[in-house]
């Protein structure tokens, strides 16, 4: 029997929701599974992003081997930057998710000195003691990999995100016989997928939103707007298909849209028939009714391409009365606010909006429902269950669930929340000591102003930089300013000098007559803009970052 203890270290995405991260130990070496980030809540009012604490990984960084990423959607990859800004390690995983990896390597220019190691799904690596398998799954995006890790105490499998999609629409499969051969064999542990486990029966295949689009498209007479997540391959193919059919040409817009599709299309995962295309700065010009505009910013971030379509200032589009908006997405919890209020500001604009659970659906998920759960356990027979990637509840009725399927090599589940640790040695398995976790607070996506805790960083602000408050008066009901915006400052020394303060003020009324009085009438919309274009400039000429917190008065 192997003398060394086998560690499984939870460092994001359990017990909370995104930024997934998971780090193996055996020995003296260390993997990562997935490096992901979340969007901050509202609450969290100045932070662009926020990625794992690596605290522990850095603590060891002498040990830490490889990164292996399952797939390419942002609460697993969103954090590589960050990550191997901390230590230059080799990264796995599929070409399509490497390549999603490299384009946020490129908004950083961390490309240089990082490997980017190619694995196709079904392909195998070794890294020290570890032998990993990739195992294509089926899941929202391309090119999604589970992951067995062979090590020398027993299989290890991590489901990464799947649903167990029969009849995927790339006609790939979910590649069960691999779960079955390992189960087989024996496994010592399973980390499943915990987000749907509240949801009875099966998840609908991706090809169940097929029909109702396929109504969408037959019965809108005008322009068709269809905005989804940029990473849903599945469903822009879905989209593509149905637009040639109805004699429609599409233009993507929005940044990620057209990188990820781009990217897509180089690796040949994505058909788009080049007559297909129509360039955004066409769309206005072409009859209404052979249109089709695909968009990103499903969720309502206020920056995105479909919230300013929505307040008629996006320089492409303008809606029109007859026209029909589709959001083809979940709405993720916490986000109902803005996305509601997105949906009507397109309303006000006459459009139509489809939006929500319908039937047929014009969404489906990717997460794998309760029988799949339990097809995927019954499959596998882990000696030991670990619910993986959801909020306590979701744990524990996963783990409630492994129990209730007690097979004969079952031993426990066993609930872990980020920050535990797990040990498994030739005695059995059992908590370990608890390691440093918690969540980073990032401005504006660069490396460089990565700052510890969101308390931390907001003293720091205070105590270095100071905060700024840009003070305007809004009437809500016609968007109308009244007077002049103010600037207060306190412990800003940059303001003390100069003709700063007045360029300042310059900044902020330039921001809002370049905003429409629908913009300046929504408050979430207009105070981002200011923190944002603020932001830009203070950084640019003090190079300082001043809290920034944008008050907007009703009048
Ligand atoms: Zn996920
Ligand atoms: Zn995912």
Redesign the pocket.
């Known amino acids: 029997m192997p003398d060394s203890k086998l560690q499984v270290i939870p460092l994001g995405g359990l017990g909370d929701f995104g930024m997934n991260s998971m780090a193996i130990r055996y020995g003296d070496d260390i993997i990562v599974i997935d490096a992901g980030m979340m969007f901050p809540e509202a609450e969290l009012l100045g932070v662009d992003i926020v990625t794992p604490d690596f605290t522990f990984l850095e603590e060891n960084r002498e040990h830490v081997r490889a990164l292996i990423l399952t797939?390419g959607?942002e609460?697993?990859i969103g954090a590589v930057p960050f990550l191997l800004s901390r230590m230059n390690i080799p990264v796995y995983g599929t070409p399509f998710t490497l390549a999603l990896v490299e384009r946020r390597l490129d908004e950083h220019s961390k490309l240089k000195n990082t490997k980017l190691n190619e694995v196709q799904p079904g392909g195998r690596i070794e890294i020290g003691p570890f032998k990993v398998h990739f195992i294509h799954v089926t899941?929202?995006?391309v090119s999604a990999c589970a992951v067995a890790i062979t090590t020398p105490l027993g299989v290890i499998i991590h489901t990464g995100?799947f649903k167990v999609d029969g009849s995927p629409t790339d006609n790939i499969p979910f590649d069960l016989h691999a779960f079955a051969e390992y189960g087989k064999k024996g496994v010592l542990l399973l980390m499943s997928d915990s987000t749907n486990v509240d949801r009875p029966g099966y998840t609908e295949s991706e090809r169940a939103v097929r029909p109702r689009l396929e109504q969408i498209f037959m019965s809108t007479e005008r322009r068709l707007i269809v905005s989804c997540f940029s990473s849903s391959i599945h469903r822009l193919q879905t989209i593509l298909d149905l637009a040639q059919q109805y004699g429609r040409k599409v233009a993507f817009l929005g940044r990620s849209m057209n990188d990820v599709t781009e990217i897509a299309h180089d690796l040949g995962f994505l058909r788009i028939p080049d007559s297909l295309l129509l360039r955004p700065q066409d769309i206005m010009g072409t009859n209404a009714s052979k249109v089709c505009v695909v968009v990103s910013g499903t969720q309502g971030e206020p920056m995105s391409a479909m919230s300013r379509v929505a307040v008629d200032n996006h320089k492409h589009l303008t809606l029109e009365t007859g026209d029909t908006v589709v959001l083809s997405a979940r709405i993720i919890p916490g986000n109902e606010k803005p996305i509601y209020r997105m949906i009507n500001h397109v309303a006000r604009r006459g459009a139509e909006v489809i939006y929500g659970s319908m039937n047929p659906p014009v969404h489906v998920s990717?997460h794998a429902s309760a029988e799949e759960l339990k097809l995927i356990i019954n499959l596998v027979k882990p000696k030991y269950f670990v619910p993986v990637h959801g909020e306590y509840r979701q744990l524990k009725k996963h783990a409630a669930m492994a129990e209730s399927l007690r097979h004969e090599k079952f031993d426990r589940s066993i609930i872990m929340e980020t920050g535990d640790s797990l040990e498994i040695d030739s005695q059995g398995a059992r908590k370990g000591p608890k390691v440093t976790v918690g969540r980073v607070c990032i401005d504006s996506g660069s490396v460089d102003e990565v700052v510890e805790d969101i308390v931390i960083r907001d003293r720091r602000h205070l105590s270095e930089d100071g905060f700024v408050l840009p003070i305007v008066a809004i009437d809500k009901n016609s968007g109308t300013i009244e007077g002049q915006p103010e600037i207060v400052s306190r412990g800003f020394v940059s303001f003390d000098e100069g003709p700063l303060l007045e360029e300042a003020r310059q900044i902020v009324i330039k921001t809002l007559d370049s905003s429409n009085a629908e913009e300046r009438g929504d408050w979430g919309v207009i105070q981002e803009k200011i923190r944002v274009d603020l932001k830009r400039f203070l950084t640019k000429q003090t190079s300082r970052r001043p809290l920034i917190v944008p008050v907007i008065l009703e009048v």
């Open positions: 797939h959607h609460d697993h899941h929202s995006i995100d990717g």
